[in-house]
């Protein structure tokens, strides 16, 4: 049996673009965002693999293309830095995120600082927040003025395992209610990220 070799010049196709797209959803392109579900990751494991850790704020978020493969959705985003915590710190950061579900910024709430863990760029250069929607933080004023954070799972599981030195008693006991999925306070929290080995970088002027 005899089988012919066609060798392809033109401009790919929609088909072709398509069969593309899912060989990088397999992990050859768009690595970071590769599923739009994420296996249960404790906050070791979100700082080792983030790039960036901020506290940030939406500036804009805008629909772009993909060089040639113009099919696919992509959002740029703006985000005004107000702390850094893992990476160079720096007063704005421009990432492209794959499609429109678990952004680094939600348009349709009033823009307010968040906690964002950030994977490094893909090849193509897309970002995600680490584990999707554990890796973004929703920092608010409780009731009492206290300021607090919960993530896009309400803390569960987030400090599963996470070791505790040199906490007092009663801030771990306040992080293991957390991890049964509650709010944690601000402060503890970043306690928790000092003796994790993380914590804030200041920006030179």
Request: aromatic share 8%; glycine share 8%.
């Amino acid at each position: 049996m005899l089988f012919d070799v066609y060798l392809f010049t033109f401009p790919p196709s929609k088909m072709f673009q398509r069969l593309f797209l899912l060989m990088g959803s397999a992990g050859l392109l768009l690595l970071p965002v590769k599923a739009q579900v994420a296996r249960p990751m404790n906050l070791v494991d979100l700082i080792r693999q983030a790039q960036h850790i901020v506290v940030a704020q939406c500036e804009g978020a805008y629909p772009e293309s993909l060089s040639m493969f113009n099919q696919l959705p992509i959002t740029r985003i703006t985000l005004g830095i107000h702390k850094t915590f893992k990476g160079r710190p720096q007063k704005n950061l421009s990432i492209k995120q794959y499609g429109s579900k678990h952004l680094a910024c939600n348009q349709t709430v009033t823009p307010a600082a968040q906690l964002i863990l950030l994977y490094p760029p893909s090849g193509a250069g897309l970002t995600s927040p680490v584990g999707l929607e554990q890796g973004l933080f929703r920092i608010f004023t409780d009731e009492l003025g206290e300021t607090r954070l919960s993530n896009g799972r309400g803390n569960r599981g987030l400090f599963t395992d996470v070791p505790l030195v040199g906490l007092p008693p009663l801030e771990q006991r306040e992080i293991a209610q957390a991890n049964e999925g509650s709010a944690l306070r601000w402060s503890v929290f970043t306690k928790l990220l000092r003796s994790l080995g993380t914590q804030e970088i200041p920006r030179e002027e």
